[in-house]
């Protein structure tokens, strides 16, 4: 029975070690791929870059609105990883902030991406970045499911 066990808990770990190490490196998409993916599934693109002119490793801001215009992904290239890795923080940190004794967070660093989710207070929140790109979004819980979507078939 012993042996059954630890023959078991080790094909467990060896699963997981290649799962990890699989997913170590993603790939960043551009703001042009960026607005040809969600435009493909019904969203509206505008360019919001000079909402940001004030911050010069902000190179390019797409932002993707749902039909009924009740929510926006937002998508940020910037100058180089390390801004993305400081931009990414910061913004956890402010979700980090919102947090009440029910909320449900996800938070991974792996390789050249990270993603944090948080559910909280009837919203949805997610920071995710991969290399120089990062998407933010902070809807309510009812459209989770909907922007969980985008970010899976985006990559992110």
Same mark, same amino acid.
């Given at each position: 029975m012993k042996k059954i066990k630890s023959l078991i808990m080790l094909f467990t770990c060896l699963i997981m070690l290649f799962t990890i190490t699989g997913c170590g490196n993603k790939k960043a998409i551009n703001s042009e791929e960026f607005i040809s993916k969600v435009e493909s599934m019904g969203y509206t693109t505008m360019d919001a870059t000079d909402?940001? *002119?004030? %911050? =010069? %490793? /902000? +190179?390019?801001? #797409?932002l993707a609105i749902n039909e009924d215009e009740t929510y926006q992904i937002e998508f940020y290239e910037l100058s180089d990883s390390d801004y993305a890795i400081s931009f990414f923080n910061n913004n956890k940190q /402010?979700? +980090? +902030? #919102?947090? =009440? #004794?029910? *909320?449900a967070y996800t938070s991974v660093n792996i390789g050249n991406h990270a993603k944090y989710t948080l559910s909280t207070d009837g919203k949805y929140k997610?920071?995710?970045? /991969? =290399?120089n790109t990062v998407i933010y979004l902070n809807v309510n819980n009812e459209y989770a499911s909907d922007v969980k979507e985008v970010l899976e078939s985006l990559g992110y």
């Open positions: 909402q940001m *002119s004030q %911050y =010069d %490793y /902000i +190179e390019k801001v #797409t /402010i979700f +980090e +902030e #919102t947090k =009440d #004794t029910t *909320s997610v920071v995710s970045r /991969i =290399d």
